[in-house]
Each structure stands twice: as structure tokens, then as C-alpha cells.
């Protein structure tokens, strides 16, 4: 089973709004993802969490916020977002295991179905 | 140059017939290669993944890596309406936690 669910599937927010995106996994992976995907481009990296410890940021504005509250759960804290924020957010998850000797790793990547965002 | 070239497509294939879809890259520390299938609306869903020279089969799917020429290619046999999609070639460096995506190739089946 390779399964990541998100939560809501959509999601209508005003700038002054706080909301959440929740995503979870019971694959036993050590990292988990949020990427924010516009209309015809590739998905773009927000944060990586690694063992439930923040390891990425690629300088996302602080109006997003993200949280590890245990490694099968990671959560995407929204607040005073902009129109131009909506978009697809995706989670996802990766087993993250290192090649024993001889043998291959495990770096795949599993997205969930995302949460269709709408600011306005 | 970008780190992941992908043809934007469209690329139109008539069913039946095989669907090449190929990827350059330039990061030669490159580890792991991956391709994703989407859908419009939908989110990544993961095809095929490579790490070693050589071919990879997965039923109607194969998977191409060449490092030396360092690119990576995805073909598509018996192709079917329902393999319409954008295909998403993905890689991974060494001891690095993020994925380059390519744009996407857009692939059209033509019954």
C-alpha cells in the first residue's frame, strides 16, 4: 500500500483566514513533503520534514507554516495567503532508505491527491 | 541550462503504437530517476522509478537510463487512450532530499 491522504480536497480561504492542510501516511517513511503545483508547471518543493525534524525550507513565506506532530502526520498551517497562493498542494512521502552494501535504495516519492486551494 | 529538460510536447502517438518520451539532465551526481504520470486536475502519480544503467521493464512500461549520456527515457508499448497525460521525469542527487522535476512532456493518444 502506497497511500497519502490529504485533507480537505478543496479548500476556499479569505486573505484575513487561518486554515489547515493535514496529510498523513502509514508507510513507515521517514520524510515527508509539501509541494505547492501551479497550472501546467511541475510541483515545487515547500518543506521536507526528516524523522519529524524540518530539514528543507526553500524560503517560503512565513504565512506558511508547517508542522511534524508525529511521523505519520504533517500539517500546513495557512494564514493571511494571498490570491496568488492558490494552487494544488501536495504531500507526499518517501521511504528513505539508504542502500545496504550491494544493494539499492529507496528514495521513491508518493504523493497524495492534494488540497485544491482557492484565496480570494 | 535548465537541470531537467523534458520536450513540452504535445507529443501525439496513435494507439497502439510505442510512446517515446525522453529527459536530459546536466547534474552528473544524480543518483535516483523517476517517472510520474498526471493527469489533468490529479496529483503525480509514480510509474517507474531507476537507479542503475541500463533498462527497466514494468509491464507495458520501460524505463531507459544512460548516465554516461546522462539522460533517462520512458517507453510507453500497446499505448492505450487512458495513457494520456503529462509525464513528469524527476531526479534525485546524491545525499540530497529534493527532486528536480523536468516541465513535463504532454502526451496525447490518438484512437
Known amino acids: 500500500d502506497t497511500e497519502v491522504t490529504q485533507t480537505p480536497k478543496h479548500l476556499v480561504m479569505g486573505m484575513t483566514n487561518k486554515k489547515s492542510l493535514k496529510c498523513e501516511q502509514h508507510?513507515?517513511?521517514?520524510?515527508m513533503y509539501w509541494y505547492k503545483q501551479k497550472a501546467k508547471k511541475p510541483p515545487e518543493l515547500m518543506f521536507v520534514?526528516?524523522?519529524?525534524?524540518?530539514?528543507i525550507n526553500e524560503s517560503v513565506p512565513s504565512r506558511f507554516s508547517p508542522e511534524c506532530p508525529n511521523s505519520s502526520l504533517l500539517n500546513l498551517h495557512l494564514h493571511a495567503l494571498q490570491p496568488e497562493d492558490s494552487a494544488l498542494y501536495l504531500c507526499?512521502?518517501?521511504?528513505?532508505?539508504?542502500?545496504?552494501?550491494?544493494?539499492?535504495?529507496?528514495?521513491?516519492?508518493?504523493f497524495g491527491p492534494g488540497t485544491r486551494l482557492t484565496v480570494t | 541550462q535548465k537541470e531537467v529538460e523534458q520536450n513540452s510536447g504535445p507529443l501525439s502517438v496513435p494507439e497502439g503504437a510505442i510512446a517515446s518520451l525522453n529527459c536530459t539532465y546536466s547534474?552528473?551526481?544524480?543518483?535516483?530517476f523517476f517517472w510520474y504520470r498526471q493527469y489533468s486536475g490529479k496529483s503525480p502519480e509514480l510509474i517507474m522509478s531507476?537507479?542503475?544503467?541500463g533498462d527497466k521493464e514494468d509491464g507495458r512500461f520501460t524505463a531507459q537510463l544512460n548516465k554516461a549520456s546522462q539522460y533517462v527515457s520512458l517507453l510507453i508499448r500497446d499505448s492505450q487512450p487512458s495513457d494520456s497525460a503529462t509525464y513528469l521525469c524527476a531526479l534525485r542527487p546524491f545525499g540530497n532530499e529534493k527532486l528536480t522535476f523536468g516541465t513535463g512532456t504532454r502526451l496525447t493518444i490518438i484512437p
Open positions: 508507510m513507515g517513511h521517514r520524510a
Open positions: 531507476i537507479y542503475s544503467n
Open positions: 547534474d552528473r551526481g544524480s543518483q535516483s
Open positions: 507526499a512521502s518517501s521511504q528513505e532508505r539508504d542502500p545496504g552494501f550491494g544493494g539499492v535504495g529507496n528514495y521513491e516519492q508518493y
Open positions: 520534514y526528516s524523522y519529524e525534524k524540518l530539514s
